[in-house]
């Protein structure tokens, strides 16, 4: 009995005590709801400060990346190519403080955390950073066992995580919040390209281009009509910065200063000026030769007009458009003379009439020699006599079109078209990769008129490019008179069918006939035949006489700058001058993928400034349309945002909106209304895969910035409608000025459409990189193109199909100042933090 009264006693007790408990306990919850409330809300505030630090120092160093300033260490380390990287970095205090700045006011002013100087110290509120970077690989790109390329690494270009953690004690309570996020470091001009103003892949005819197709007259270019009264098109023009860094650059009386620049190589070569590729399949030019054929254009420079100096060394329309250029001018000269003194300087064969060491020539005969461009002068009596070269290349004109005309399935077989791209008509050209020295506007049509030397723009042009020009000859036998000797083609059918060999003499009578056949008039094939026996034996023999007469020539297209430096200091002798090592051959980078380099180009060849980032032969930089995959490898791993689910987004009532318009326009609305000169702002490196083409209407940007669409994935082409120029340009000194801003546009293909362009001409301020299908140029505007344009091959006829002339013009930014402003090179070094698939942000809470 006392057992059970003993157990019943402690059962109630333990009743009792729970009882107890739950009444204190519901006492204490709904009498201190205030304290409670009290610890959640510290809580909150602690953690919230913490995050907004954290989103503070992000939000703040998107814009603090790409601004250099003297606290911006970020910026520093983030460029710099000797930082070393197997190391985390922590950033300075006093630089997260700036990007923290107003979490940590809010926290001091409202909250009552208390900080050191400077909002820097606090031991309640604390936030660090460390940045652990990495070197973006090199890109090697090979077929089989031979590398075809190398893009070598770039110190200066990183990639890795930076961390941020934030820790905030609030009265007892400690919240931590860290993020961790990807940062990249890419440049924004693309080697090789970035050292050219215009770079072709293929430049040959049997590539598809085709760069003599405008016409010119007596020195005039820009307003010609074709025979069908429509504005002539495909004229082109290049201009490689000059003026970007000599101030009132003029070639003709700075001759000596441009000279000495364009021989600097390696480290110490100039950017500007921009050089130019014009290439050619390997292939073709082992088994068929060179075919990057350049005509140049003919000035106002006349045969046999009283008033004419060959050797005119000044502006004046004599030495007009490119005959600069060209090799120095014979005035009349002993023919024995000429033979021992010039034949060979001219690009002729040496040629003996006699035995031994004699020459077998007289001095009693008098022969006289000008070099001349393309025009409608060499085959059209353009005044009532001389001084048309008709009579000298009527001719060539006869003998060529029947070349073409002969082929199987002319005009139209790809045969007959390649064999017309090979042989154009005399008066075309149109591609001047020089410059050119046009008639100053206003001024009548005259050898002795003035001329504007200032687009006149010297380069070096790589790659096996040659220039087309002619030779105007002419002879005063002793006791006779002058007369031009006529281009024939002494091993032709002509020569077949009369019965004659190359040996043979001719006599008065047969030469009469054959030059008749040849297509020259009957009054000058009479001129000839009272003359004709006047003449020295040995020019009567068909053979000889071929290595005197008026013809074609063909030269490397860089011998030109030897030839201007000449003709401007009235030389007559073998260039010896700081380009000839140059001059040798086919410029190139190395390894060199010509065979064997040419004597005396060694160093020039081992010193390409492209071997600064890119190691390989030229050709293979820009990837034929099937191993277009190639540039994912180089651009993917850059790529700082992209588009990779499309563009395109379709929103509640079916409307459809272009993302890249929303996120890059800084005025969408307008835009999408027709407004023009709406801002692009965009940075670093866009990867697209949307076949859709992309369109860019009328558009200022700023930043600097690669438009990426990749031709693997599918990317669409990008159309430029109108203009598009940096911000802070100035389209009244395009040439010269020099922004902030820089756009590159890399796409299967590169559409621009003139007509709707804000100014009688087109402006548009972009490195342009065409990779599977040759650029375009469309309307009725003629286009100025700011910057590098890179394209598989090249047509100015169908290419650059609008009137008036167009020009490349190269942007310095794409290398200007390498050596001596190196903080104008970081500024092509973007840091962004990578976003889309490749971004990615890792978030970590703790609450104590």
Known sequence: MSTKHGSIFLLALTCMSVLFILGVSLTFFTGSEDYSSAMSYESEVAF????????????????SLNHDDDNNQLYKVLRSHSVDVSKEIPL??????????????????????????????????????????????????????????KIKKDLKEKQGELEVRAVVNYRGHVARVSLKFLIRVVKTFVPPFNYFTLYVKDGSVYGGSHFNHHESSGGLQEGMRRDDNKPSVGLLRLDHGWSAIRRDFNALSGASSWETDLAQFGNNALTPPGRVYLGQDLNSLMQAGPAVLVRSTNGAKLLF????????????????????????????????DYVKDFMELQGQQKTKDGILWTTGWSNKHKIRLFNVGSGKELIEPLTDGPPSFINNFQT???????????????????????????????????????????????????????????????????????????????????DGEPF???????????????????????????????????????????????????????????????????????????????????????????????????????????????????????????????????????????????????????????????????????????????????????????????????????????????????????????????????????????LIEGDLVGVDTDVNNFNSSIGENMITIIAPQIIIRTTNAQTPRCYVEANLISVSEPLMVMGDKPVTIKGTVVTPFLNLEEHFATPGENQIIYNPLNGIWRNAMPQLMDKQYVAKIVTGGVGKFDWKYERE
């Open 396 to 478: 060539y004109k006869t003998h060529t079109g029947e070349l073409v005309n002969q082929t199987p399935g002319a005009p139209n077989s790809s045969e007959a078209m390649m064999k017309a791209r090979l042989m154009p008509p005399l008066d075309r050209s149109g591609f001047d990769i020089f410059g050119n020295m046009p008639p100053i506007g206003g001024s009548r049509l005259a050898p002795d008129s003035p001329a504007d030397a200032t687009k006149l723009s010297p380069t070096l042009v790589y790659g096996p490019a040659m220039r087309q020009y002619f030779r105007a000859v002419q002879i005063h036998p002793e």
């Open 484 to 718: 031009e000797l006529p281009f024939v083609k002494t091993d032709g059918p002509i020569v077949t069918s009369m019965g004659l060999k190359g040996s043979d003499k001719l006599t008065a009578t047969q030469a009469r006939d054959l030059f008749v056949l040849a297509g020259v008039s009957t009054d000058f094939a009479e001129k000839i035949f009272r003359n004709w026996d006047k003449l020295p034996d040995g020019l009567k023999e068909l053979e000889k006489y071929g290595n005197f007469m008026s013809d074609s020539g063909v030269e490397l297209y860089n011998r030109g700058l030897s030839n201007f430096l000449q003709r401007t200091r009235g030389e007559t002798k073998e260039y010896a001058g700081p380009l000839k090592d140059a001059l040798g051959g086919y410029l190139e980078n190395f390894p060199y993928p010509y065979d064997k380099i040419p004597s005396g180009m060694e160093q020039v060849i081992k010193n390409s400034p492209m071997l600064e980032f890119y190691e390989g032969a030229l050709w293979h930089a820009l990837p034929d349309p099937y191993s277009s995959y190639l540039l994912d490898f180089y651009f993917i791993p850059r790529s700082t945002e992209d588009f990779f689910r499309g563009r395109t987004t379709v929103a509640i009532g079916g409307t459809s909106y272009d993302r890249f318009d929303f996120k890059y326009i800084n005025n969408v609305q307008s835009y999408r209304s027709g407004v023009n000169n709406q801002v692009l702002e965009l940075n670093g490196v866009l990867a697209l895969n949307d076949s859709e083409p992309l369109g860019l209407r009328n558009l200022k940007f700023r930043g600097h910035s690669i438009i990426y669409s990749s031709p693997m994935m599918g990317g669409g082409k990008v």
């Open 305 to 336: 007009g009283s008033n004419v100096d060959p050797n005119d060394r000044n502006a004046r329309q004599v030495n007009g458009q490119e005959n600069f250029f060209l090799r120095f001018d014979v005035p009349w000269y002993g023919m024995k």
């Open 92 to 149: 300075q205090a006093a630089q997260v403080a700036k990007l923290t700045a107003y979490t940590r006011e809010t926290a001091r002013q409202i909250y009552g955390i208390q900080f050191g100087r400077g909002l820097v110290e606090s031991k309640d509120f604390l936030v660090d950073a460390v940045i652990k970077l990495q070197h973006i690989n090199a890109v090697e790109a090979s077929n089989g066992d031979q590398v075809l390329y």
């Open 48 to 63: 919230n400060l913490a995050e907004a630090a954290v989103e503070e120092f992000v939000a703040r160093l998107k814009n």
